[in-house]
């Protein structure tokens, strides 16, 4: 960084900036003692639980014509004795559900009393009214405005009371009917509509999670909501999940239980305290936006797990192929926790077998084990990391202003900046003051890196190669200081995200165009080179190939901004074939932008300089630099895989680089002599023609 400012020759007489080369180096190393402590705990979480969905488990089961323990049998093992699915995500079942499966029927009370007619049932007065001598009791009557739910046994009678009791404002009413034949039903009436009966979760089977436990499989639930939610009922739903041998709990509605009520604040913790004290971690699910997750998990101190599905709709659009590469990202990529896989329709135990195994080694071909269900690591931030951040951060602020000529406000801002950190940090806000010094470290490192290699001269294909390490190193400064910073569970599990990502992609290559321009003036004596230069653009006649450069300039920026952040425009299918050519070929694919595009163009113009107006590709090659950056602000990414991916990138893109500096340098430098002679050719041609006409 010592050349920043070229048109000072004093740099490297100038002692004020070892100052601040210490402070970010100090900066830097205390990230990366943040990135040793995120690297071990991510070592001891490469691992998902390969699960299935506990409903159509069933359902697939009941078509290939077997009971469900002879479906896990099948599925649990390959023919290798190899495991299988390690898991099974357990949606709660609705009222709807368990009468699909004929383990009880709901009825509105004019069907009921139809039947009550035509089968010759009748109810049998309840056993509190016979031991009471005088009892104001009466035996219950089936009402038409009512609804009711016919059970085979009393057991399952209270599990669906208890849960209208707490769930419901409903007034509900317990009592047995029997025939002729003696034969009972245990029926539960209530005022409750119907529609919004059949629809209410029921709770889970203890019987069917002992199943499931039996097979050596972890459980993980999901739990639907209800309309009245209070302290009590939170008790009853979650109270007591950890027997049935549940790893975790989410919900499986758009909505979390009492979100919408006013106490929702009350509720949350109440909820927290529950899941805490029984060590259940709760569950996010991917590409799933759930209303009031955010804060409930911030008070669970983000004790979690993410969940990576493929929804019924997405399932027959996917080849699989494809969905072993989805799988596989999810899990290497994203350190996705539990993996939920879909069975296809149709498809018979054998051939799920091995689908589910194509989908197990896809995973293991990553170095992701599928045995076992692990929680977002519990990485906390330090204070003294921040700290040095933020004056690493401020170190570079400095640098970046000085190289524009600066002087006093080259101090003066970043310490306005140093100012507002401090008095976030003093007002609670401390996680404001974390994103604007990863913010600022985004947007100066990778300037700085640029800035300090960028000239007009070219330099020898080592030095080239050499000073494009040297770029990359500088911004990298930046993605440390992200990682120092950032490296918090919150921000590991995706319910945070890094805050401007739009901002740090183009306010560096934003800077870096001025500082070039001021750089360019400072050689042709002055910011009037630079106006009489734009006077005489705007003097020049349109063309159709000014148009059209404009034009791709234009779209290539907008491309490069659509295809950038945290979520990104789609890929076409080729691409997509590309990439997963890249991903088996080398574990993990480097960015596209970054080795076929920035990193060979930024080696081009080492070697060569920006001369003449060649000074816009600087910025393209700039992109790279940048891009590798913004990398590391998916803080859900493992670490080693945003290393592996910046290091291919930056391998590939240097390769690439050599082959066309060749191309540049032999068959392009042959096409421009022979342009040049054919230009001076038509000159001539020209001048003789003119001659000949004034003559």
């Known amino acids: 960084m010592s050349n920043l400012s070229n048109n000072s020759g004093n740099n490297k007489r100038e002692f004020w900036r070892w100052p601040l080369y210490i402070l970010i180096a100090v900066g830097v ?62 949606k709660e079942p609705m009222l709807i559900d368990w009468q699909n499966g004929g383990y009880l029927q709901v009825q509105t009370g004019s069907q009921l009393l139809n039947d009550v007619r035509i089968g010759g049932w009748e109810i049998v007065e309840p056993a509190e009214a016979e031991d009471l001598e005088l009892s104001d009791l009466e035996t219950p009557q089936i009402d038409n405005n009512h609804n009711y739910v016919l059970c085979y046994d009393e057991e399952q009678q209270q599990l669906v009371y208890n849960n209208l009791q707490y769930k419901t404002s409903a007034q509900n009413q317990l009592y047995t009917m029997e025939n002729a034949e003696e034969e009972q039903l245990f029926v539960v009436g209530t005022t409750y509509p119907y529609t919004d009966l059949t629809s209410l979760g029921i709770g889970f089977s203890a019987e069917e999670a002992r199943l499931i436990q039996s097979f050596g499989l972890g459980l993980v639930l999901q739990v639907r909501s209800w309309p009245s939610v209070d302290e009590q009922s939170l008790d009853f739903v979650f109270g007591d999940l950890r027997s049935l041998g549940a790893q975790a709990v989410g919900f499986n509605d758009n909505e979390l239980p009492g979100v919408q009520q006013v106490n929702w604040p009350e509720l949350s913790r109440r909820l927290a305290d529950i899941l805490q004290a029984q060590k259940l971690p709760s569950m996010s699910i991917e590409f799933f936006q759930q209303t009031g997750l955010q804060s409930f998990l911030q008070k669970m101190e983000y004790n979690m797990v993410r969940m990576h599905p493929v929804s019924e709709g997405e399932l027959p659009k996917l080849s699989d192929t494809r969905l072993q590469e989805r799988f596989a990202l999810a899990a290497n990529e994203r350190g996705m926790d539990v993996m939920l896989l879909r069975l296809r329709s149709g498809q018979s135990l054998e051939d799920s077998v091995e689908y589910i195994a194509a989908v197990r080694d896809a995973i293991q071909a990553k170095g992701v084990t599928t045995n076992r269900l692990s929680v977002v690591p519990d990485m906390q931030g330090h204070s003294w990391a921040l700290l040095a951040a933020l004056a690493a ?147 020049k006649k349109v063309t159709i190939g000014l148009v059209l450069v404009a034009g791709l300039a234009a779209a290539m920026l907008l491309y490069y901004m659509l295809r950038t952040g945290n979520t990104a425009v789609g890929v076409s299918d080729l691409e997509r074939s590309f990439r997963a050519f890249l991903d088996r070929v080398l574990q993990v694919r480097p960015r596209t932008k970054e080795f076929m595009f920035a990193h060979p163009i930024m080696l081009a113009m080492l070697y060569f300089g920006y001369r003449k107006q060649l000074w816009p590709f600087v910025l393209l090659g700039a992109i790279g630099q940048v891009s590798l950056v913004n990398t590391f602000e998916h803080l859900h990414t493992p670490l080693t895989v945003s290393l592996v991916r910046t290091g291919n990138g930056l391998v590939l893109g240097m390769l690439l680089g050599v082959v066309l500096i060749w191309m540049l340098k032999y068959p392009g430098g042959w096409l421009l002599r022979k342009g040049q002679e054919v230009a001076r050719l038509a000159a001539e041609a020209d001048a003789k023609e003119e001659s000949q006409r004034v003559g």
């Not at 950190?421 to 010094?437: C, I, M, N, S, W």
């Not at 890196?449 to 030095?463: D, F, H, Q, T, Y």
């Open 29 to 90: 190393l205390a990230s990366l003692a943040v990135a040793g402590e995120r690297l071990a705990a991510e070592a001891g979480s490469k691992t998902t639980l390969l699960s299935l969905e506990w409903g159509q488990l069933k359902d697939n089961a009941a078509r290939n014509g077997c009971t469900v323990e002879e479906a896990l049998q099948k599925l649990t093992k390959d023919e290798a004795g190899r495991p299988l699915v390690s898991g099974v995500v357990y």
């Open 393 to 539: 951060v401020w170190a570079g602020g400095v640098l970046l202003l000085k190289s524009f000529g600066l002087r006093k406000t080259a101090w003066l801002l970043p310490c306005l900046g140093l100012v507002l950190a401090a008095g976030l940090l003093v007002v609670g806000r401390g996680y404001l003051a974390q994103k604007l010094a990863a913010l600022a470290a985004v947007v100066i490192f990778p300037y700085l890196g640029v800035a300090s290699a960028a000239r007009p001269e070219g330099r020898s294909l080592a030095m080239s190669i050499l000073t494009l390490c040297r770029i990359t190193l500088i911004s990298l400064i930046g993605a440390a200081l992200v990682v120092g910073t950032l490296s918090e569970r919150s921000y590991m599990s995706a319910i945070n995200v890094f805050s401007g990502v739009k901002v740090g992609q183009l306010a560096p290559l934003l800077l870096l165009m001025i500082y070039l321009l001021y750089q360019i003036a400072e050689e042709h004596g002055g910011a009037g080179y630079l106006l009489v230069g734009c006077w005489r653009l705007l003097q």
